[in-house]
């Protein structure tokens, strides 16, 4: 067993920019590093990274790693407040977890959600057919603002609230961390403005009645927050892929393959969130000492073929918005495949270049340069 302290570390969080088409240099270096890999996080904190499938899914399903904040050590930023202070999904754990999660699951089932398909279609092509004529960016018009009206209106949030929410939403991608904690409120704000109004937010609160209308707000907040950046960042790495192959004769099968496939190659959360070990743990040949930190690293372990992948996660924690995103990719491309059969990229593919914020987070398009008719 080697003691965790010996290991010398990876960064693989500073950020930068690279090209869509290229492969993640730090990325294979970590799957170089082995099966769990000691990496330095950009203000130092230590912490560990699981870059092999099978270790990935006994990790995620492992109840001694825990998503409760209250585990967590000093100098990781950016976390929420421990289970007990804020219900929220992405940090309860065993009971109080499955009960948040029973509460949401048949609000955002596929059978819930098979009914909005052509609402979300809808919404879709209202919004490209605004844009052009001639070149347009969909990375600053479209895959912010396309996702956003969806789970607003889905959520029950008042649509005059959409315009200042989806700038907030953009400035959640700026290099200025004041401007995180402006966009949060901004997003808790239209969260709780929900509650109450027909719609999602109102039927959470229906079904867990024991939460104020603020915990429910901030529910709600977690849905918002937890789709944006994710199904935003898909947008662009899909449509990119999908205008340079072509939809034409492409059935609904095949769009759906080329979803999975592209959220495979690139994740728009190429780690999952943070867990902490509750008690020391042997790891890959490694002792993790209690409440060390730990990552799957999601891109690493999806480049093998077949397999449904990790880029949705596993286990209990498996994001629970999978089919509204999945929804949500799909109509994007079958209007395009319908509407704008003319649509193409205005730059040449290899010239699709990604920004990538410091930390365990994703990138995103840093332009999307497209003619729609
Ligand atoms: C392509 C888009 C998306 C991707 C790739 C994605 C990915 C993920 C991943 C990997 C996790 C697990 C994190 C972990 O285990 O630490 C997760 C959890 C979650 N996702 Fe998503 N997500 C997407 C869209 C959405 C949408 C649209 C929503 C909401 C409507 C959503 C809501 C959530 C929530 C609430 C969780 C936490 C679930 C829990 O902890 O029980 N996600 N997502």
């Known amino acids: 067993m ?29 799957r170089a590093a082995g099966p769990l890999v000691r990496a330095e996080l950009p203000g130092g904190a230590t912490a560990w990274v699981v870059t092999e499938e099978a270790a990935a ?28 202070e804020r219900p929220s999904l992405t940090t309860a754990e065993g009971a109080a ?15 819930a959600l098979a009914g909005r398909e052509e609402r979300t279609a809808a919404t879709a092509r209202t919004l490209l057919t605004a844009l052009g004529p001639g070149e347009v960016d969909l990375m600053a018009d479209f895959t912010t603002r396309y996702p956003l009206t969806v789970v607003l209106d889905l959520v029950g949030a008042p649509p005059e609230l959409l315009d200042r929410t989806a700038e907030a939403c953009r400035a959640m991608w700026s290099p200025d961390p ?19 109004r027909p719609g999602l937010a109102s039927e959470l609160r229906d079904r867990l009645g024991d939460l104020d209308d603020d915990e429910i707000g901030y ?41 999975h496939d592209v959220l495979r190659r690139h994740p ?9 070990a509750t008690e020391p743990v042997d790891l890959g040949g490694v002792r993790l000492p209690a409440g060390a930190p730990v990552l799957i690293d999601i891109r690493g372990t999806g480049t093998g073929e077949g397999g449904p992948g990790l880029s949705f996660g596993y286990g209990s924690h498996f994001c629970a918005g999978a089919h509204l995103a999945r929804l949500e990719l799909h109509a994007v491309l079958t209007v395009l495949r319908t509407s704008f059969p003319q649509a193409r990229l205005a730059v040449r593919p290899g010239d699709l270049v990604e920004a990538y914020p410091p930390g365990p987070v994703g990138g995103r398009l840093t332009a999307l340069p497209v003619v729609l008719r």
């Open 2 to 30: 080697t003691d965790s302290t010996t290991i010398p570390p990876v960064r693989p969080f500073e950020g930068g920019r690279r090209r869509l088409q290229d492969p993640d240099p730090e990325r294979a270096a970590l």
């Open 57 to 84: 899914r006994r990790v995620l399903t492992d109840p001694r790693f825990s998503k409760d904040t209250a585990h967590a050590p000093h100098g990781i930023p950016g976390l929420e407040p421990p289970a007990a």
């Open 97 to 111: 977890h499955t009960r948040l999660r029973r509460a949401h699951a048949p609000l955002l089932s596929q059978r």
């Open 178 to 196: 004041a401007e995180h904690g402006r966009a949060f409120a901004e997003l808790l704000r239209t969260s709780r403005a929900a509650v109450g």
């Open 219 to 259: 529910l709600v907040f977690g849905l918002v927050f937890a789709g944006q950046l994710t199904t935003d960042a898909a947008l662009g790495s899909l449509l990119a892929t999908a205008l340079e192959r072509g939809l034409t004769g492409t059935s609904d099968a095949d769009l759906d393959t080329l979803v």
């Open 268 to 276: 728009p959360a190429p780690f999952t969130l943070w867990r902490f």
